[in-house]
Structures are given as structure tokens and as C-alpha cells.
């Protein structure tokens, strides 16, 4: 039973990631193109870097927040009148129980062979958060790809911009002073942007996906409020959780038809 180490090989990928592009994004494409002390340039510099924290601290809240497990005092009320729907084996019919925690599971959790333990509302479990991706963390989760996937794409609009502006620049150049023979070695800034560019390009694309994948479940297994929050101003805020409830109980498609067959 003891705390899971939050720490591992993709994490620190994760981490090494996010530093190097960041670097690299201010302190190599923004200071060289547009400089740090320019008005554009602190603009676009402060912008990147909320985005980047903002990632950040969903990051480390999906990484670190028990994603929900279930109370040893757990059982399906059968009386309940507000859930009339209780999730069954398919086979038998029977109430779902899950043998190695010994206990019922209430609807939508599943039992994570990786977490070894049953998980509420159970997305999947992620190994870019070393965590399941479950109840109380799925909207750190989301927003955290959310973020990187702003972000990745700003810095891909950034470097392109200032590669076709370092070109132009060049080709002015050597137009000019023809006689001028400067040296072709390429520095330490231009292989960190090279790879930057490289690295972005597919985890972009990759995120993108992702992201799609999830506004298309949130659009039809839950209802966006269910996640997000009814309140359109907290949505990009990962903290704002209040609304979420217990992860015990669920509206479901049955609840609607199933309440009419046995009130009515
Ligand atoms: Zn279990
Ligand atoms: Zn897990």
C-alpha cells in the first residue's frame, strides 16, 4: 500500500522536453529574431511562458492527484432512487465486484493492473504521468494537453517565422558582399533549433490527436460540464475541480428510460 513513486523514465523525458524547447523557443528563436527587450519580443516571450507554466501545473496535478479510489465503505444502494441503474456483468447479471480489492465497483471504474488497484471513472492508464488517467485527474490531464498542444503549435509558428526570416536575411547577404567569406560551421543555437523543429513537428501532430480523441469522448460519453465545470471562466483552470462530485454515482444514457419503466 505504500505511496507509488511519481517519478520515471518517461516522466523525466517529459520534463527534459518541455525545458529544452522552452529554452530554445525564448532564449534562441525570440532573442535572436525579435529580442527580448523589444515590445514583440516580451509579448511573445510572456505569452509561451504562460502557456508553458499553465502545462506545467496540469502536468504535475495529473502526475500527482490520486486519480479516485474507491471507499472501503463502498455499496450499490439498490434503493437508491436518484440511480436507478446499477452497471452488471454482462454474463451473469450479477452487481460488478472486483475480486483483488475486495470490493464493488461502482460505475464507469475499472480495476488498473499497473495502479493494482480499482480507479474511479478509469480512462486509461498513462505512462507519461506514471498515473491513471482517472475521476479527479482527467480535466488536469486534458487541460495539460490542451496547453501542450498551444504551445507546441506557437513554437512551431515561431520558429518557422524566424527561419524564414534568418533565410531571407542570409540570401540579402550573400547578394551584397559576395567577396565576404564568413565561416559555415554551424553553432550550438542552430542544431538546438534544427532538433526542436524536428521533436515538434510529430508530437504535435501525435497531441493533436489526442487532443481530438478526447473533445470527441468528452462531446459524447460526458457531458463537457461534467469535466470542465459549469463555469466557462474556470475551464482553462486545472484546480477548478468542485464541480466533479464523488465519482460513485453517474447520470447515464439508461437513466432517463429505465426511471420511466419503473415510476410510471
Ligand atoms: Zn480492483
Ligand atoms: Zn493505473
Excluded at 173 to 179: A, G, I, K, L
Aim: charged share 15%.
Amino acid at each position: 500500500m505504500g505511496r507509488r513513486s511519481c517519478a520515471s523514465a518517461p516522466v523525466i523525458l517529459v520534463g527534459i522536453l518541455v525545458g529544452t524547447i522552452y529554452y530554445t523557443v525564448v532564449f534562441v528563436v525570440i532573442e535572436e529574431w525579435l529580442g527580448l527587450s523589444s515590445a514583440s519580443g516580451l509579448l511573445n516571450a510572456i505569452f509561451f511562458s504562460c502557456l508553458t507554466v499553465m502545462a506545467i501545473i496540469s502536468y504535475m496535478l495529473a502526475i500527482f492527484r490520486d486519480p479516485g479510489r474507491i471507499p472501503h465503505s463502498y455499496m450499490p444502494d439498490m434503493e437508491d432512487e436518484s440511480t436507478p441503474v446499477h452497471e452488471v456483468k454482462r454474463k451473469s447479471g450479477d452487481l460488478r465486484y472486483c475480486q483483488k480489492c475486495e470490493s464493488y465497483k461502482p460505475p464507469r471504474a475499472h480495476h488498473c493492473r499497473v495502479c493494482k488497484r480499482c480507479v474511479l471513472r478509469m480512462d486509461h492508464h498513462c505512462i507519461w504521468i506514471n498515473n491513471c488517467v482517472g475521476h479527479n485527474n482527467y480535466k488536469a490531464f486534458f487541460l495539460f494537453v490542451f496547453y501542450v498542444v498551444t504551445a507546441c503549435s506557437y513554437a512551431l509558428i515561431l520558429i518557422a517565422g524566424y527561419t524564414i526570416e534568418f533565410l531571407r536575411d542570409d540570401e540579402e547577404r550573400t547578394h551584397s558582399s559576395v567577396n565576404q567569406q564568413t565561416g559555415t560551421s554551424v553553432s550550438a543555437p542552430v542544431v538546438l533549433k534544427v532538433v526542436c523543429a524536428v521533436i515538434l513537428v510529430p508530437l504535435s501532430v501525435a497531441l493533436i490527436v489526442l487532443l481530438g480523441w478526447h473533445v470527441y469522448l468528452l462531446l459524447n460519453n460526458q457531458t463537457t460540464i461534467e469535466v470542465l465545470g459549469p463555469n466557462l471562466l474556470t475551464w482553462p483552470c486545472p484546480t477548478a475541480i468542485s464541480h466533479i462530485g464523488s465519482g460513485l454515482k453517474f447520470r447515464t444514457s439508461h437513466d432517463g428510460t429505465e426511471h420511466d419503466d419503473s415510476s410510471e
